[in-house]
């Protein structure tokens, strides 16, 4: 476990899950770089090169992305829909990990094809173990889809 | 047509009766026709005895005046044979001897002529002489024969023309007689029939009465309906009890007024307008106001028909009215309620339109600063364990049960109003085959713990499949949990009564609890209970209590401390 290369989007917007994320994941020795975007235009850049992350290499992509639905700016559904509108994102795994049940919310992830959902459980411990369970899932058992050829 | 018959009949009977009459009268004529000719044959002879005394007085005398007879004779011959020629015209045999006759008779009169002369010229002796021949006598004697044989002709001829005459008579008087039985008969026949169709017009007249009697009985009789007919011009010729009632005039004030005293002065021009289409069209229909005897108001149903014979003459108008204010007030209420349901509803999205986005930041902002509390206290109490002495480990084991118990009341409340929400689903629900269900994850949580679940079979139910498994969750759950501290702990799920009457119970042998405060269970947030004994949020039988009430039935509690808890529910 804990391949460098492999990296994470954490798209966040709350400063302590943020932290308690992070702690879950060392807690379970997934190693790999975390990248935090705080709202939905950061995560954008990131994933597109472009704004803050101007010029990043975009042959990099996130093996997971770990996606709260509310978000300022722009929220994660729209986030979820630009990315499986463009091509260099479609494939990539996203998990909504949000505090919502709500039915709506389900239904409008996995409409724009969301490959998970999970709903952050209030108990910390139970945290832990989602998220043990999502690194070795996604991060090892999971076959990532094959990385699109660079385009200029 | 029996009459054109009757008629037929007389006219036969008269025909043949005038027929036999005059077969009779020309029998008769007949008859006397065969006696004038006997007459006149007679006269022939006695004529010619004249002819011959006065020729015998002259011959003896040679005076002229003795031969008057003997002219006088002659002019009588030529006259009775005149007569008898004629009467031979259609009496062939007589034709016959009168030819015979006729030379016979000239011949004598040549000879008595002869004989005259002779006289006159020659003297006595010269006409004796021609006497003497005998001649004349043989003349005589002839003329005599053929006229006995004439006579005797005439004489049958007459006999037989009685004869057919009488015969001729008698068969007139049969017919006629006849006839007139017949016609008795007739007249008879007619009288009866007469009879007959007077006696049956005096029914039909009786009928007709009786039919009338009670048709006027019926519409005077009738309350509800003011039945009354105008005439053509619109003026009241009838009214029944049912219009004195409604409309408050009594027949003798208002027979003979203008139907147009029922109506408001704004609808002045309503009652010629509602005859002109009761006119064209037979009939006219509508509800409008009508004003009362004392000036009151009422809403009336109206109907005018126009009232023909049978050539399609307007005789006049029925009409019909009914006091239907009360029907109108009703209908008016019935709308208002109707509008105000209406604006109720519309409020009532609203409200729940409200309630959903409410439940939905709760479902997310609430239980965001839950996780940082609960998630942190944790971290502090693993990562800095060397740091913190019992106590403080204690302080933060309360503040994360706290947590812990908040984000349950948070998903019960949620709960709770998603079910008030949602639409309630009708499906075919096995309960028995859910409470199996329920019961096996429930041993699942405490695999250890010995209890014994009694779940009855086929206790299927028409409810919402999602809403009933909450129900379950809940009292089973709390059976369950009620009897954790209990050995041989028993859970029942059953049902007693029959399809309208049918209960379902679940019984435990647990904790129980104090009737007296039976009241307070299904409150939410109430609890019966310190959280120390049993953990609980106070929500699950509100919720319960909800559903239940939402599927259109009833849950009670039985309990006695100690010993256990019965819940009763229908659906």
Redesign the interface.
């Known amino acids: 476990m804990g391949n460098e290369e492999k990296v994470i989007l954490l798209v966040e917007d709350n400063a302590d899950d943020e932290a308690l994320a992070k702690r879950a994941f060392k807690k379970n020795n997934v190693m790999n770089n975390v990248v935090v975007a705080r709202d939905g235009v950061q995560a954008l850049d990131y994933l597109f090169g472009t704004g803050a992350h101007a010029g990043r290499d975009l042959s990099i992509m996130p093996t997971v992305v770990l996606l709260d639905l509310k978000l300022p700016k722009v929220d994660g559904l729209e986030v979820l829909r630009r990315m499986r509108a463009d091509a260099r994102t479609k494939l990539l795994p996203v998990v909504v990990l949000t505090s919502s049940k709500e039915e709506q919310d389900l239904v409008q992830s996995y409409s724009l094809g969301v490959n998970s959902y999970i709903r952050k459980p209030v108990d910390f411990e139970q945290f832990i173990e989602a998220v043990k369970q999502l690194g070795l899932y996604w991060l090892v058992l999971n076959e990532a889809p094959p990385r699109i050829a660079r385009a200029a | 047509m029996g009459f054109a018959a009757a008629l037929l009949l007389l006219c036969l009977v008269s025909i043949i009766s005038i027929r036999s009459t005059r077969a009779l009268v020309s029998q008769n004529q007949l008859e006397g026709d065969a006696f004038d000719q006997l007459l006149h044959m007679t006269d022939l002879v006695s004529r010619l005895k004249d002819a011959e005394t006065g020729q015998r007085g002259y011959l003896l005398t040679g005076e002229e005046q003795y031969l008057q007879p003997y002219r006088d004779a002659l002019t009588g011959l030529e006259t009775d044979l005149k007569s008898l020629r004629q009467s031979s015209s259609n009496n062939p045999e007589l034709r016959e001897r009168l030819n015979r006759i006729e030379p016979l008779i000239r011949q004598k009169l040549a000879e008595l002529e002869q004989t005259i002369t002779l006289r006159r010229e020659r003297g006595y002796e010269a006409a004796i002489a021609v006497v003497k021949t005998d001649k004349g006598r043989q003349l005589m004697d002839d003329i005599r024969k053929v006229l006995a044989e004439m006579r005797d002709q005439g004489e049958d001829r007459v006999k037989a023309r009685a004869a057919e005459a009488a015969e001729s008579a008698r068969r007139t008087t049969i017919v006629i007689a006849a006839g007139c039985a017949v016609m008795v008969l007739i007249v008879m026949v007619a009288g009866l029939m007469v009879r007959r169709g007077l006696i049956a017009q005096r029914t039909a007249e009786r009928d007709l009465r009786e039919a009338e009697e009670r048709f006027r009985l019926l519409v005077a009789s009738v309350q509800e309906y003011a039945i009354l007919m105008l005439d053509t011009e619109g003026h009241v010729i009838s009214w029944n009890s049912g219009a004195e009632r409604i409309k408050g005039y009594k027949a003798h004030e208002i027979i003979g007024q203008h139907f147009s005293c029922f109506y408001p002065p704004e609808d002045k021009d309503k009652p010629a307008r509602e005859l002109e289409i009761a006119t064209k069209t037979g009939r006219y229909e509508e509800e409008g106001w009508r004003v009362r005897k004392d000036g009151s108001r009422f809403w009336a149903s109206v109907a005018v028909c126009a009232m023909r014979d049978e050539d399609g003459m307007l005789k006049g108008f029925a009409k019909i009215t009914r006091d239907v204010t009360e029907r109108k007030r009703n209908e008016d209420q019935i709308r208002k309620l109707n509008e105000n349901l209406q604006n109720h509803s519309v409020r009532l999205e609203a409200a729940n339109k409200e309630l959903e986005a409410f ?2 930041s709760v ?2 902002d609430l ?6 509390i ?6 502090l109490m693993e990562d800095h364990a060397a740091k913190l002495d019992p106590e403080a480990r204690d302080y933060l084991q309360r503040v994360r049960a706290a ?2 118990r908040m ?1 349950h009341l948070i998903d019960d409340l949620l709960a709770l109003s998603r079910v008030s929400r949602t639409e309630l689903v009708r499906k075919k629900v096995d309960l028995s085959e859910a409470a199996r269900t329920v019961a096996a994850e429930l041993q699942k949580t405490q695999p250890d713990r010995q209890a014994q679940f009694v779940i009855a079979d086929g206790l299927n139910v028409e409810g919402d499949p999602h809403l009933l498994r909450i129900v379950l969750d809940n009292l089973l759950g709390n059976a369950w949990k009620f009897t954790a501290k209990r050995d041989g702990a028993r859970i029942e799920f059953g049902s007693v009564g029959e399809n309208g009457t049918r209960q379902f119970f679940i019984r435990d042998n647990g904790a129980g609890f104090d009737m007296s405060y039976a009241h307070k269970l299904f409150g939410a947030f109430q609890r019966l209970h310190a959280n120390e004994e049993f953990a609980g949020t106070g929500i699950g039988l509100a919720t319960v209590q909800r559903i239940i009430n939402r599927h259109g039935g009833r849950i009670s509690a039985e309990g006695v401390v100690g010993e256990g808890a019965t819940f009763r529910f229908s659906l």
């Open positions: 439940s939905y479902s997310h239980r965001s600063p839950l996780r940082s609960d998630g942190f206290s944790l971290a947590t812990k984000a």
